[in-house]
């Protein structure tokens, strides 16, 4: 999958200073950065309508756009989207839309405390909201996105707090899985030790989970500048269902807004079988 490529002034000096490979990584790097700046602006106007939590109701599902017809399809299961650490629920505005606009008629967002502590304690509060929504809908399992620290908090929920007999797929994007060493100055915060190779809760996730009944899906960029190393976003476990889908082209802040990796979502999310579910990652994306 492509998208037409940004151009950016100062991209043909880079190829000309800098010699082949590195150029292309280089070049690769740049464009894929000023894509992030430019979602982090776009995300910073949208970030007052996610502070609070959406009202809670019927579940319905979103307009289509203006002469745009929604696609008939069969019910399928709730849709949970988790952000990321600072973050609220408008980082999915987009990814949203186009789940709604291919049949998922219930997503639905959780904002996490941006005080919250403790990856455990914010696991346990997802697993009363999925409670829920069983509830609500009458739907004995969901679907849930993840992105960043939102994908750990639901690998904690799956795999330590028995969230695997309510989850049915759970999608991973720019999760740190095995510890990311980025930012050491952030270490102050106990989320972000949580999220440390080595940690305590990360070794809790080391452990054998015999019979879980979740299918993991784990998107990882090649140009995700919030990873270190890049393939700490992918999870490596012997007791769990398992695919890893690398995308190529694009950063960290725009794996839940490419329309792309959009489309790749909503394929791990269909697929009802282990061999549906590779086809996702078959030869990664390439987005950019």
Same mark, same amino acid.
Request: overall charge neutral; proline content about 8%.
């Given at each position: +999958? ?5 151009? /950016? ?27 992030? @700046? ?9 970030? &007052?309508?996610? #502070? ?11 307009? &289509?756009?203006? *002469?745009?017809?929604? @696609? ?7 849709? #949970? ?15 949203? %839309? ?8 219930? #997503? ?17 509060? /997802? ?10 809908? *009458? ?11 939102? *994908? ?8 330590? @707090? ?11 994007? *720019?999760? &740190? ?5 980025? #930012? ?5 915060? &106990? ?49 769990? +269902? ?10 960290? /802040? ?26 996702? %990652? ?7």
């Amino acid at each position: +999958m492509k998208v037409t490529r940004a151009a /950016l002034p100062f991209l043909p000096l880079c190829q000309r200073l800098l010699p082949g490979r590195l150029a292309g990584l280089s070049v690769a790097l740049l464009r894929a950065t000023a894509l992030d @700046l430019a979602i982090l602006a776009g995300h910073l106007l949208l970030y &007052p309508s996610g #502070v609070f939590q959406e009202r809670r109701g019927p579940s319905a599902p979103l307009p &289509p756009p203006d *002469g745009a017809a929604q @696609l008939p399809t069969e019910t399928k299961r709730p849709v #949970v989207l988790l952000h990321g650490f600072i973050d609220n629920r408008s980082v999915f505005v987009l990814l949203r %839309r186009s789940l709604a606009q291919h049949g998922r008629q219930q #997503v639905e967002s959780l904002n996490y405390s941006p005080l919250t502590c403790d990856i455990r304690t914010a696991a346990e509060l /997802l697993g009363r909201h999925i409670e829920e929504i069983c509830e609500r809908t *009458g739907s004995a399992r969901v679907d849930i996105v993840g992105h960043s620290l939102g *994908g750990l908090i639901a690998r904690y929920y799956v795999q330590r @707090l028995g969230g695997d007999i309510r989850v049915g797929t759970l999608v991973t994007l *720019g999760t &740190p899985h095995s510890g990311t060493r980025v #930012v050491p100055l952030a270490n102050a915060h &106990p989320i972000v030790r949580q999220m440390r190779p080595g940690s305590e809760l990360l070794d809790e996730l080391t452990r054998p989970a015999p019979g879980c009944r979740t299918h993991f899906v784990s998107f990882w960029s090649d140009l995700d500048h919030l990873m270190d190393p890049l393939e700490t976003a992918c999870v490596d476990h012997p007791d769990l +269902m398992v695919q890893n889908v690398r995308v190529s082209g694009i950063g960290h /802040l725009a794996l839940p807004v490419h329309p792309a990796v959009a489309t790749g979502i909503r394929q791990a999310l269909d697929a009802d079988t282990t061999e549906a579910a590779a086809d996702v %990652r078959s030869g990664g994306l390439t987005v950019a």
